[in-house]
């Protein structure tokens, strides 16, 4: 007996007939060794056979046929279904209701447990759905999701599609290639019809879980061959249909049961949601890109407004003097205009390199330029070329006998050393200390650059770091909140880490590490150089 035989509705009531014959025989043994009063009561393992194998119709008519069967073999006079006993009509009835009750309820309890299986099964499906579609690459998910779908299914091939309204537009695919070059040209222009074969109306359209037939205009041998193995469930986004479940039966497969249709809605929609969280995610970021851009926007404008106007404002000033041929400058005067000139004219260069090396780490293309050096030598020429900056200050320096040549970007890090100097100078009051350190801890250096001054606010320390944010002890801006940024991604470019805290006793402490040891891709690129 074959699959197809099984799943035939007549099969279930042949083979109710055939347990209360297999019943009847049993009852005939037994009558023939001992006399049974109650031995009727055997046809309720056939009703009940009936129930759980087969269902509620099945198990009627086993309820039926045990009754006339016993009546017609047990009930005197024998071999005919009338009855002269009143006690033989009552038991007879019994058994008929009995069995009715009992194949009526085993039926249900049938029905309530593959209700239960099918519940069972749609949640563990819909929860790979969702796992599945937390992997990051959206094509692996799909592809994932859509070969789940095909073993669930048994079918031959599956394939998700997107349009252009869905957040993504990838696709996958998977089972046979002539299955999928099938779906595939399911996809194409074509004329959708509800599989009962009515058109939808307006209400019916879009609607999650509905299935729908493609009929391409084509050849109509193709078109039933469609109609008999493809078919497509929409995925909806906010209510609009964005891409499809392309699902190909194999052959001779059984249709979908209401069971299937079901699944398939809910995975349906699960995949709306997922694009739903896709394209709320995407709108949350491009709004918080938005409210980043415009607060840098503002600083920067902030920054230009006051921190170029007011080095531009001295070197016209002092220019615009030695212009003057009404006046005679004396050869000191004209000195002390052209230090101005060429004092402001650095602190703008700095400002706008600052700006410029701010905006290469944001854009992500800071690429150092690493090579060995010793760390000491750069911070003592990062000291003579700042005499004139730190003149005012006591500058003490204490470099670690035995440090190790260190890899890093020499213009780099010394922007990095020279920006800490300058804001310790900067937020330092004239006469107090400034102590630069270098020594080895573990498998990185390390680089502290501390001062005796103010200190800085508790609240102001996690965002002293960032870009355009300035703070001091009295709330009076110094700088452009530009060097610190600067520094901190100079720092992480070559794989080191920056902070900042208060000392005690007062002042504030700038610590930033650099590894001593290239990483293994880095070695790895420098032998592949060198050999």
């Given at each position: ?228 193995r493809v078919r497509s469930v929409p995925v909806n986004l906010r209510g609009q249909p964005v891409g499809s479940i392309i699902l190909v039966r194999k052959h001779g497969a059984r249709k979908f049961s209401p069971a299937n249709d079901r699944l398939l809605s809910a995975v349906a929609h699960q995949l709306g949601l997922a694009l739903e969280r896709l394209s709320l995610q ?242 790895a690129a420098q032998k592949k150089e060198t050999a």
């Amino acid at each position: 007996m074959n699959v197809s035989s099984l799943s035939r509705p007549w099969f279930g009531y042949l083979c109710a007939l055939a347990l209360t014959a297999l019943v009847t025989g049993a009852v005939a043994l037994i009558r023939v060794v001992a006399e049974v009063g109650n031995a009727s009561m055997l046809y309720l393992l056939a009703v009940m056979a009936s129930a759980v194998l087969f269902g509620r119709g099945p198990a009627i008519l086993a309820s039926i046929a045990s009754f006339l069967a016993f009546n017609f073999f047990f009930v005197e006079p024998h071999y005919t279904l009338s009855v002269t006993s009143n006690d033989e009509v009552v038991s007879l009835l019994l058994l008929l209701i009995a069995g009715v009750i009992t194949g009526q309820l085993t039926a249900l309890l049938r029905q309530r447990a593959r209700e239960a299986q099918s519940r069972e099964r749609e949640a563990v499906v819909l929860y790979d759905v969702v796992r599945l579609m937390a992997d990051p690459e959206r094509e692996r998910a799909l592809t994932a999701v859509a070969e789940r779908i095909r073993t669930e299914l048994e079918l031959s091939a599956v394939v998700i599609v997107f349009g252009k309204q869905s957040p993504i537009r990838v696709q996958a695919d998977t089972g046979d290639s002539e299955a999928i070059a099938l779906a595939r040209e399911a996809m194409g222009p074509a004329e959708m019809v509800l599989g009962g074969g009515q058109a939808p109306t307006a209400s019916q359209r879009g609607q999650p879980g509905r299935w729908i037939r493609v009929v391409p205009p084509t050849a109509r041998t193709i078109a039933r061959l469609r109609s008999d193995r493809v078919r497509s469930v929409p995925v909806n986004l906010r209510g609009q249909p964005v891409g499809s479940i392309i699902l190909v039966r194999k052959h001779g497969a059984r249709k979908f049961s209401p069971a299937n249709d079901r699944l398939l809605s809910a995975v349906a929609h699960q995949l709306g949601l997922a694009l739903e969280r896709l394209s709320l995610q995407r709108e949350a970021t491009e709004a918080e890109v938005l409210r980043r851009t415009d607060e840098l926007r503002k600083a920067l404008l902030n920054a230009v407004s006051h921190d170029l106007r007011t080095p531009l404002s001295s070197i016209m000033a002092s220019a615009g003097s030695l212009r003057q041929d009404d006046v005679s400058w004396t050869e000191a005067q004209r000195g002390e205009f052209a230090e101005a000139i060429e004092t402001e004219a650095e602190r703008l260069n700095r400002l706008v390199g600052n700006l410029l090396d701010l905006s290469r780490i944001e854009a992500g293309s800071i690429r150092p330029e690493k090579s060995w050096y010793d760390l000491g030598s750069l911070i003592n020429e990062v000291a003579g070329r700042l005499r004139a900056v730190t003149a005012g200050h006591k500058l003490i320096f204490d470099i670690s006998e035995g440090l190790p040549p260190v890899l890093f970007d020499y213009v780099e890090i010394d922007q990095v050393i020279t920006n800490l100097i300058e804001n310790a100078v900067k937020y330092t009051p004239a006469g107090t200390e400034i102590s630069v350190s270098a020594r080895a801890a573990g498998d990185e250096v390390q680089v502290q650059v501390a001062d005796r001054g103010p200190g800085i606010l508790e609240a102001a320390i996690p965002r002293v770091l960032d870009a355009f944010f300035r703070a001091s002890d009295s709330g009076t801006a110094k700088g452009s909140g530009l060097g610190l940024a600067v520094a901190k991604g100079l720092v992480g470019a070559h794989g080191g880490r920056i902070r900042v805290e208060n000392r005690e006793g007062g002042g504030a402490r700038f610590v930033f590490t650099l590894p001593l040891h290239a990483p293994e891709s880095e070695a790895a690129a420098q032998k592949k150089e060198t050999a």
